[in-house]
T-cell receptor, first 116, second 110 residues
Framework: GAVVSQHPSRVICKSGTSVKIECRSLDFQATTMFWYRQFPKQSLMLMATSNEGSKATYEQGVEKDKFLINHASLTLSTLTVTSAHPEDSSFYIC????????????FGAGSRLTVL | GIQVEQSPPDLILQEGANSTLRCNFSDSVNNLQWFHQNPWGQLINLFYIPSGTKQNGRLSATTVATERYSLLYISSSQTTDSGVYFCAVGVGFGNEKLTFGTGTRLTIIP
């Protein structure tokens, strides 16, 4: 079945540094990927839609200059949290639709970011 | 935007029990999926069910689109069923963009 790989699974960084999270579709091409954010014991909130070869579409309230998304190939999207602060600590999850016309999302295992 | 409410928020059951989880949504949808999030955070798709009824082993789901709700049934619960269950909906065309519900945290006690 379709597999989405996300790396790193856990990352701890100092306040003010930048962190990059990778999301790869392993056995299919994904023109569109989605980035979600989940705080402890809460639901998933869509941050942005990542489009291969074009700019990402951000949801209302999400700072595009803080959360940089790059979708340079059909199998890789990256999320960079720039100048991270403790309030950016969260669980970040990517997902993709495995194939044209498919409706079911496949999710990566998530990346837990802790900013000290 | 669309509102997606799930009930109950928490559910604790003995192993072997049956349960029904509910998802109410505030607008018409073209996409509805149920997910299980395990204790490590991984989301697994259970059903794609914008309407009708489906069954997969001990799990089944029913969506009544005209009344804007969906139900997830779990029979003969096992400890591995523990985790958080989310329904997620998509509206309009290009409906892979999903809005997640509030979730139901299920704990199965041996």
């Amino acid at each position: 079945g379709a597999v989405v790989s996300q790396h790193p699974s856990r990352v701890i960084c100092k306040s003010g540094t930048s962190v990059k999270i990778e999301c790869r579709s392993l056995d299919f091409q994904a023109t569109t990927m989605f980035w979600y954010r989940q705080f402890p014991k809460q639901s998933l909130m869509l941050m942005a839609t990542s489009n291969e070869g074009s700019k990402a579409t951000y949801e209302q309230g999400v700072e595009k200059d803080k959360f940089l998304i790059n979708h340079a190939s059909l199998t890789l999207s990256t999320l960079t949290v720039t100048s991270a602060h403790p309030e950016d600590s969260s669980f970040y999850i990517c997902s993709a639709v495995p194939g044209l016309g498919a409706n079911v999302l496949t999710f990566g295992a998530g990346s837990r970011l802790t900013v000290l | 935007g669309i509102q997606v409410e799930q009930s109950p928020p928490d559910l604790i059951l003995q192993e072997g029990a049956n349960s029904t989880l509910r998802c109410n949504f505030s607008d018409s949808v073209n996409n509805l999926q149920w997910f299980h999030q395990n204790p490590w955070g991984q989301l697994i798709n259970l059903f794609y069910i914008p309407s009708g009824t489906k069954q997969n082993g001990r799990l089944s789901a029913t969506t009544v689109a005209t009344e804007r709700y969906s139900l997830l049934y779990i029979s003969s619960s096992q400890t591995t069923d523990s985790g958080v269950y989310f329904c997620a909906v998509g509206v309009g065309f290009g409906n892979e963009k999903l809005t997640f519900g509030t979730g139901t945290r299920l704990t199965i006690i041996p």
